[in-house]
C-alpha cells in the first residue's frame, strides 16, 4: 500500500477556502485517492475518491497532477462544521482493507 | 447511500467481563465487514476483516482469542471483547462493503467502549 503524508494539523476561519494536500510517492498504477472525513467519535465518512486531475463533488474538490505523488482536498468556504481530522488514503479499489495515516486535523475557527 | 449501525453506541464494563459489539449493514447485504480501533487522539487501526460465514483474518498482534468475531450473516457481524481489561478502552467501528460497488466501504458510526 502507498504510504501518505498528511500535515497534521490545520487552522482556518469560517468561510475560507481550505486546501489539504497529501504525498503518495509510492503510488501505484491501479491505486485511487481517497479521502474520508472524522467527527469526534464518529466513524469516517467518505468525501471524494479520484484517479487523476480534477474531480469535483457537492462538498470538495480533489486535484491531482499528472504524477499523482500528491492530491490536494479543497473545501470551499470552511464553516465551523467542517472542524474534524481529514484522512487521505490510496489504495487498489481491489482491495479490500483501508490503511489509515495520521490524517489531517482541521480546526475552524469563527 | 448504504447505512451502517452499530450497537451498542457506548458501553461501560468491569475488568473481566466480555462485550459484544454489533455491527449491522441496513440497506444492503455486506460480503466483508472490518473490525477498527481507535485510541484518543490517534487513527484507525485496522483489527480484522471478516467474510460472511467464514474465519475472521486478524491484523498481525491482534489476539483472536481475545477479540471473538462472527460474520454469521450477510448483514451482521459481532466483535466480543472477551475478559476486558482496562487498557481495552477505546472506540470500535466497523465498516463494510458490497459487492460491485468499487469495494467503497461504509463506515458504522462506532462503539466506545470503557473497561473499569
Known amino acids: 500500500l502507498a504510504k501518505t503524508t498528511q500535515p497534521i494539523s490545520m487552522d482556518s476561519y469560517e468561510g475560507q477556502e481550505v486546501n489539504i494536500t497529501c504525498s503518495h510517492n509510492?503510488?501505484?498504477?491501479?491505486?485511487?485517492i481517497t479521502w474520508y472525513q472524522q467527527f469526534p467519535s464518529q466513524g469516517p465518512r467518505f468525501i471524494i475518491q479520484?484517479?487523476?486531475t480534477k474531480v469535483t463533488n457537492e462538498v470538495a474538490s480533489l486535484f491531482i497532477p499528472a504524477d499523482r505523488k500528491s492530491s490536494t482536498l479543497s473545501l470551499p468556504r470552511v464553516s465551523l462544521s467542517d472542524t474534524a481530522v481529514y484522512y487521505c488514503?490510496?489504495?487498489?479499489?481491489?482491495?479490500?482493507?483501508?490503511?489509515f495515516g495520521s490524517g489531517t486535523r482541521l480546526q475552524v475557527q469563527p | 447511500g448504504a447505512v451502517v449501525s452499530q450497537h451498542p453506541s457506548w458501553v461501560i464494563c468491569k475488568s473481566g467481563t466480555s462485550v459484544k459489539i454489533e455491527c449491522r449493514s441496513l440497506?444492503?447485504?455486506?460480503?466483508?465487514m472490518f473490525w477498527y480501533r481507535q485510541f484518543p487522539k490517534q487513527s484507525l487501526m485496522l483489527m480484522a476483516t471478516?467474510?460472511?460465514?467464514?474465519?475472521?483474518?486478524?491484523e498481525q498482534g491482534v489476539e483472536k482469542d481475545k477479540f471473538l468475531i462472527n460474520h454469521a450473516s450477510l448483514t451482521l457481524s459481532t466483535l466480543t471483547v472477551t475478559s476486558a481489561h482496562p487498557e481495552d478502552s477505546s472506540f470500535y467501528i466497523c465498516?463494510?462493503?458490497?459487492?460491485?460497488?468499487?469495494?467503497?466501504?461504509?463506515f458504522g458510526p462506532g462503539t466506545r467502549l470503557t473497561v473499569l
Open positions: 471478516s467474510n460472511e460465514g467464514s474465519k475472521a483474518t486478524y
Open positions: 479520484g484517479y487523476k
Open positions: 440497506d444492503f447485504q455486506a460480503t466483508t
Open positions: 488514503l490510496v489504495g487498489d479499489r481491489s482491495r479490500r482493507a483501508l490503511t
Open positions: 465498516s463494510a462493503t458490497q459487492a460491485g460497488l468499487n469495494n467503497e466501504q461504509f
Open positions: 509510492n503510488i501505484a498504477t491501479n491505486d485511487y
